[in-house]
Each structure stands twice: as structure tokens, then as C-alpha cells.
């Protein structure tokens, strides 16, 4: 059997939102499908891959890259704001931000993205 101290006793501890940490979760998702959008569309487009190419030494990744990182923080801020007072629940906030990483991947792969060729 466990006992509190007193100064445990005196500690109010608070229930925090959820919002911010399922903001979070959710913009990771949003960042690795935008990845996947992208890889996607730049093989499916020369005009598109040649758009995403802002250097000749990296090619079309550094826009992918570059985009994808942009639309995650973009994502991540609307999200906070939104949600930051909320009671989001995080294992729902976890299985979207999930599914988007999943479709994010799914784009990245070879197998995938050439189908589009």
C-alpha cells in the first residue's frame, strides 16, 4: 500500500488538453501524405517534375522535400490553433495521423508511383 506525502497531497494536478498533442499527430500524417502527393504527381507529370526540380544536383526531391515540409508545418500551426483548447481524443488523433503516414509511404514507393508513368 502506497501513502502520499503531504506535498503530494498539496499538488493540484490538472487534466490538460488533448488538442495540441492530437494537432501534432495529425500534421505528421498531413506532411508524409503530402510527400507521397508529391512523388506521386512528379512522376506522373514532366511538367510537374520539372517544376519540383529546384536543384540539378538533387532534382526534383528538393521541391518534393521542401513542399512536403512546408505543407506539414502549415498543417501543424492551423491544427494547434484550432485544437489547442480542445478535449481531442489522441487515439483517434493517432489513427488518422497513421493512415495518412500509410497513404504517405504507399506514394513513396516505386511500385506505386510508376504506375502513373
Known amino acids: 500500500m502506497t501513502t502520499q506525502t503531504d506535498h503530494e ?3 493540484d494536478y490538472t487534466d ?27 512522376e506522373a507529370s514532366s511538367t ?3 517544376w519540383l526540380q ?11 522535400t521542401t513542399l512536403a515540409v512546408v505543407v506539414w508545418l502549415i498543417a ?11 478535449e481531442y481524443e ?7 495521423g497513421l493512415i495518412l503516414v500509410g497513404l504517405g509511404v504507399l506514394g513513396t514507393f516505386p511500385t506505386f508511383f510508376q504506375l502513373f508513368a
Open 76 to 86: 501543424w500551426l492551423v491544427l494547434h490553433l484550432t485544437m489547442r483548447n480542445s
Open 9 to 11: 497531497q498539496k499538488i
Open 48 to 50: 510537374v517534375k520539372g
Open 90 to 96: 489522441t487515439r483517434r488523433a493517432l489513427t488518422i
Open 16 to 42: 490538460k488538453p488533448e488538442g495540441p498533442i492530437s494537432a501534432a499527430l495529425i500534421a505528421a500524417g498531413i506532411g508524409a501524405a503530402a510527400l507521397g502527393l508529391f512523388t506521386t504527381l512528379a
Open 54 to 64: 529546384w536543384s540539378d544536383a538533387v532534382g526534383p526531391l528538393s521541391g518534393k
